[in-house]
Every structure is written in C-alpha cells, then in structure tokens.
Nanobody, 116 residues
C-alpha cells in the first residue's frame, strides 16, 4: 500500500511559479515510477510528466515542456513538480501517481489556480 499526499498548490498570477510536492509513505517509493497528472473543471484527467525510479528519465506533455520540471528525492520519499511561467490554462487540480508492483496509487490532489 502506498499513500500519497500532495502539497504546494495555490493561487498565482500568470507568469508566476509554484512547486508542488508529493510525499509518499511506505518503503516502496524508490521502486515506484511516479508521475503528475492534472484535471481541469469539466475535462478529463491528463498526463503532465512522469519520472522513473532513479530519476534519470523524464518526459513532458507538450504544453508544459520548457516550463515544468519533475524531480524526485528518494531519500525523502518525495516527488516534485516545479512549475514556471504559469498560464491560466494550467489551472487544474494536480494529482500525484505512483506505479509499483503492478498497482497504481493516487493522491487526493492539490489545486493550482492561475489568474490572468
């Protein structure tokens, strides 16, 4: 069982920055592939960025490339999403996802609102 708790969301003006954190419980974090997803009102949840177990491999959804950076600290059981140059269209609830042992786990999400 993996429990995920996201934090760091909030209200920010366009062009600003936020750093999201996702703290994971359990001893399996270093064996978990992690990812951030987001869901805007009235839309389906969409992939934002994944990171592999060691943190050596990442990729990004096209609209966030060059603005967002995913990273992880296995010693702290935490994955991060640094979001720069935020746009109103980035407004969504952001979710942390863990994949380990054939199972997927989700956090409760943290709201990010970007004002124009």
């Amino acid at each position: 069982q993996v429990q995920l708790v996201e934090s760091g969301g909030g209200l920010v003006q366009a062009g600003g920055s936020l750093r999201l954190s996702c703290a994971a419980s359990g001893r399996t974090f270093s064996m978990s592939d992690m990812a951030w997803y987001r869901q805007a009102p009235g839309k389906e949840r969409e992939f934002v960025a994944p990171i592999n177990r060691s943190g050596s491999t990442t990729r990004y959804e096209d609209s966030v490339k060059g603005r967002f950076t995913i990273s992880r600290d296995n010693a702290k059981n935490t994955v991060y999403l640094q979001m720069n140059s935020l746009k109103p269209e980035d407004t969504a609830k952001y979710y942390c996802n863990a994949q380990v042992g054939g199972m997927r786990y989700w956090g409760q999400g943290t709201q990010v609102t970007v004002s124009s």
